[in-house]
């Protein structure tokens, strides 16, 4: 394979992880824009949303355009749990006990998870299929394209979500102030349940899509949900486009360092870029130090 | 002072007996680890409870340590006791240099950056074969000699550890009624108060981050040399999360809740072996109800619970 061909190659695997990073890292930005909370257990809504669709169609027997649907309400349902259980009851709590909360919270799924499902890794097969393509010399899953279709329509949807609807511009109000937002007779702990409930579709949808490619266990929500995490970091913690770019950055630089330098180390790179991010721009990449996010 | 010297003692004399109870059966080597456990939990108290600042990561300074010790005695053939004051030295001033950016971080953003520098220290020991011996371990670390005594057994481990645990305990509680104690508990109420009073906040807390890992690498070192064998699955993600476990059991900022919480969380899975895999669980319930129900631990929670309950009692008697 020529140098070119396999640039291109990096390149577009590069994008297919980076748009699962940004519709994880998304969902990071919507919680923390509606609450100040990083939600830790964000990652486990990932894995669920893949565990439930490998069980539902390979146990269960559903057909995927049944199964994909169902996984994802089952996801959110956790999601709203959480939420109602966890984080509703505490009213004024320290960032700190926040953070234990959703770490907390994050071991407890990943834990019951592994009790009902089991510790071995799981193969989802392709939506349309396992036949490679052929593109500009790379080659291609036609999953990867699923991915980017389904990016695509996603965060176009959370677009017009945020800017037309008014449950999405009363999200907006409250995270540019909630105190405000209360004031003029926003429910406010509703719009914290909504953030959660949109974050954890989100999330759940990556888990799945991405789940064909790179296989799915009760596990691989943290190291998945932090490379999300640093993706909403790049792109200054807004819930738009500059989330979905600080992911793209990311899943190429992962996969041109995973192919050109060392794969051993490939998930070394993300974070090595977070702590970089936090250390010298804090509030992203494509931001003005406006507001204090640290 | 005279009763946290007393408390002192009669710690002291209750890990000096222990042994004599227990003698030969195998929890002398449990109470090894509560006393390795002890070590980090304090050490990590110290940064969680007093300062008010999250480490994630601190499992990572504990696989410096016993790398660190564990490559320099094996591979290079240095002196074990040198290799160990190497390795604490080493790590504090790294973690002194670390420091300075990474505190100027709060809450979730600290916790995510101190995560991070965790994962990639385990991603370190995983990949760096050569040194490390990667994902299947690194064997044949030397036990600790002094003159003609080897510490090649569970007793002269137990008493090895335990004098390292008791001196890091005694420091420890020296520093929470000092003045810097006083420092750090102002940072964590409110730093901006505590630097209006004229507490250099910003070097406190990389002073007490250097400190926290030094002990946590010191740690390290002496869990290598007891074992003979160490891998990487020992200083992952979920130990820092069972580190904090610990430190939240026992209380934040409570020394001896600490060493509650590290003897707890170390018997709980020897005593109820079928959960072995599940004690993930465990702890995921116990972070979310003690920090919802009794956030100051169980050393400052129950006096508290009891007190409320008494009163209660009364009335219905």
């Known amino acids: 394979m020529q140098i070119s061909d396999q640039l291109t190659q990096y390149l577009f695997s590069g994008f297919a992880t980076g748009a699962i990073y940004a519709l994880i890292g998304l969902g990071f930005a919507i919680i923390y824009n509606a609450t100040g909370i990083i939600n830790f257990a964000q990652g486990e809504f990932v894995m669920l949303g893949g ?8 146990t269960a027997g559903l057909h995927p355009g049944v199964a994909v649907p169902c996984a994802i309400i089952l996801t959110t349902v956790v999601g709203i749990l959480f939420e109602r259980l966890a984080i509703r009851p505490l009213k004024s709590a320290t960032p700190l006990s926040l953070v234990i909360i959703t770490i907390g919270g994050s071991i407890l799924i990943r834990g019951i ?18 036949e490679p393509i052929e593109i500009f010399g790379a080659t291609l899953m036609p999953q990867h394209l699923w991915i980017f279709a389904v990016t695509i329509v996603v965060i176009g949807m959370s677009k017009l979500f945020f800017s037309y609807t008014i449950s999405g511009k009363a999200m907006r109000a409250c995270s540019y102030n909630s105190r405000a937002a209360s004031l003029i007779g926003i429910d406010v702990r509703r719009m914290v349940l909504f953030s959660f409930i949109i974050s954890s579709a989100m999330g ?40 979905v770019l600080g992911g793209l950055i990311l899943g190429v630089l992962e996969s041109m360092g995973a192919g050109l330098v060392s794969s051993g180390y490939k998930d070394a790179i993300a974070f090595v870029i977070l702590l970089l991010i936090l250390f010298i721009r804090p509030q992203g990449l494509f931001k003005k130090a406006e507001t204090e996010r640290v | 002072m005279k009763r946290e010297l007393l408390k002192f003692l009669i710690l002291a004399i209750v890990v000096a007996i222990l042994p004599a109870l227990l003698s030969g059966s195998y929890l002398v080597n449990v109470l090894i680890f509560v006393g390795i456990h002890t070590m980090l939990a304090v050490a990590l108290n110290l ?41 604490a030295v080493a790590v504090s001033l790294l973690a002194f240099a670390i420091g300075f950016p990474i ?95 004229g507490v250099n906040s910003r070097l406190l807390k990389v002073q007490i981050f250097a400190l926290s890992a030094g002990i946590s690498t010191l740690a390290g070192s002496l869990y290598a040399h007891t074992m003979g064998f160490i891998s990487p699955t020992s200083f992952g993600f979920n130990f820092s999360i069972e580190l904090i476990t610990m430190v939240i059991i026992g209380g934040l900022g409570s020394i001896y809740g600490s060493l509650i919480g590290a003897f707890i969380l170390t018997i709980l899975p020897e005593a109820l072996r079928t959960f072995q895999d599940y004690d993930i669980i465990i702890y995921g319930l116990i972070l979310i109800l003690m920090t919802m129900f009794l956030p100051g631990g169980l050393v400052r929670g129950v006096p508290g619970l009891l007190a409320r309950l008494r009163p209660a009692g009364r009335q219905e008697g």
């Not at chain 1, 691989?220 to 909403?232: D, L, P």
């Not at chain 2, 090649?152 to 008791?166: C, G, H, Q, R, S």
Request: hydrophobic residues 50%; charged residues 10%.
């Open chain 1, 204 to 243: 759940s949808l990556a888990g799945i899509i991405i789940a064909p490619l790179t296989m799915t266990s009760y596990d691989v929500g943290i190291m998945i949900g932090i490379k999300g995490f640093c993706a909403a970091i790049i792109g200054g913690m807004s819930s738009g486009f500059g989330t």
């Open chain 2, 103 to 197: 505190l100027k971080l709060k809450g979730h953003y600290l916790a995510m950056a101190t995560l991070g520098l965790g994962i990639i220290f385990f991603i370190i020991f995983n990949e760096a074969v050569d040194l490390t011996g990667g994902p299947s371990g690194f064997s044949g670390i030397p036990n600790l000699k002094i003159g003609s005594i080897t510490f090649d057994n569970d007793l002269k481990n137990y008493a090895l550890i335990w004098l390292f645990t008791l001196v890091t305990v005694l420091l420890s509680l020296n520093l929470a009624n000092s003045r810097i104690g006083r420092a750090l508990r102002a940072i964590h109420d409110s730093e901006v108060a505590a630097r209006v009073m």
């Open chain 2, 47 to 87: 940064l969680l409870g007093f300062a008010g600042q999250i480490s994630l990561g601190h499992a990572g300074f504990f696989g410096l340590g016993a790398y660190a010790s564990a490559i320099l005695t094996t591979t290079y053939g240095i002196n074990p006791w040198l290799a160990m004051v190497a390795a």
């Open chain 1, 113 to 130: 998870a592994m009790l009902v499902w089991d510790k071995d890794t799981h193969a989802l097969p392709g939506f349309s299929g396992d």
């Open chain 1, 51 to 58: 565990m439930f669709t490998v069980s539902l169609i390979t």
